[in-house]
């Protein structure tokens, strides 16, 4: 599985949680069709959601006119991971911001993409 797929299922994790509370472990097992995932998949669920409030404490800090919650939960997923792909250093900034701009494209609404970039940048 590519790097972008790997950051695919985990947004659809992270999500999920997020939204319903669903546990990890069950959101991974179906997403990724396995109990065990790579090094990488791990940085991106389980680092998004163990230090989920100090990415909000560093994303409200740069976001203008809105806090973490007022977002969606898939712009929330997504500015988590791309926070724990900074924190742990798995990529360029450039490619994890570029990373995060493709998936709100393609789940997010129309514009959502711009604030992500916006976030991401100031990060």
Same mark, same amino acid.
């Given at each position: 599985m590519?790097?972008?797929?790997?950051? !695919?299922?985990?947004m659809i994790c992270v999500y999920q949680n997020l939204?319903?509370?669903k546990d990890i472990n069950k959101c991974i097992e179906e997403t990724f069709a396995t109990n065990e995932i790579d090094d990488f998949a791990k940085i991106l669920v389980f680092g998004s959601l163990e230090?989920?409030?100090r990415y909000i404490g560093y994303i409200n800090q740069v976001? !203008?006119?809105?806090t973490f919650n007022r977002l969606g939960y898939i712009e929330q997923a997504i500015l988590l991971m791309g926070c724990s792909e900074f924190d742990n250093q798995t990529a360029y900034a450039s490619v994890i911001i570029d990373e995060?701009?493709?998936l709100?494209?393609?789940?997010c609404d129309?514009?959502?993409y711009k604030l992500i970039n916006?976030?991401?940048d100031k990060l």
């Open positions: 590519n790097r972008h797929k790997i950051r !695919e299922n985990s939204l319903t509370g230090n989920k409030e976001m !203008e006119d809105y995060a701009i493709i709100a494209k393609r789940y129309k514009d959502a916006s976030v991401l």
